[in-house]
């Protein structure tokens, strides 16, 4: 099995800034993706943004030029930094990593249980 555990969400002000942090851990022979969504009030889950093992990356449109996904890859983590931040922004943001099981060697799909980010007007 695999876990993801996130930190770092929290309430801000907008225009202010945050980060959170991922780290996975369990049975892992490789981490292909790992990225961020998220899920408003009464809406469904968006991406946010995502990372690929070579270093692709992948923003929606509404978060370009403000927010930054990294990788540690060496320690199994991604972070996403949340720049000028805005009260649409408000959500639980989800860490999603697509990952080859060390037991298996199958592909699956694994979910953090979620951190909230509320920004305030």
């Known amino acids: 099995q695999v876990q993801l555990v996130e930190s770092g969400g929290g309430l801000v002000q907008a225009g202010g800034s945050l980060r959170l942090s991922c780290v996975a851990s369990?049975?892992?022979?490789?981490?292909?993706?790992m990225g961020w969504y998220r899920q408003a009030p009464g809406k469904s889950r968006e991406p946010v943004a995502v990372?690929?093992?070579?270093?692709?990356?992948n923003y929606t449109d509404s978060v370009k030029g403000r927010f930054t996904i990294s990788r540690d890859n060496a320690k199994n983590l991604v972070y996403l930094q949340m720049n000028s931040l805005k009260p649409e922004d408000t959500a639980v943001y989800y860490c999603?990593?697509?990952?080859?099981?060390?037991?298996?060697?199958?592909?699956?799909?694994?979910w953090g249980q979620g951190t909230q980010v509320t920004v305030s007007s």
């Open positions: 369990g049975s892992i022979f490789r981490i292909d993706v």
């Open positions: 990372m690929e093992n070579g270093g692709n990356t």
């Open positions: 999603n990593a697509i990952v080859i099981s060390s037991d298996t060697l199958l592909r699956r799909n694994y």
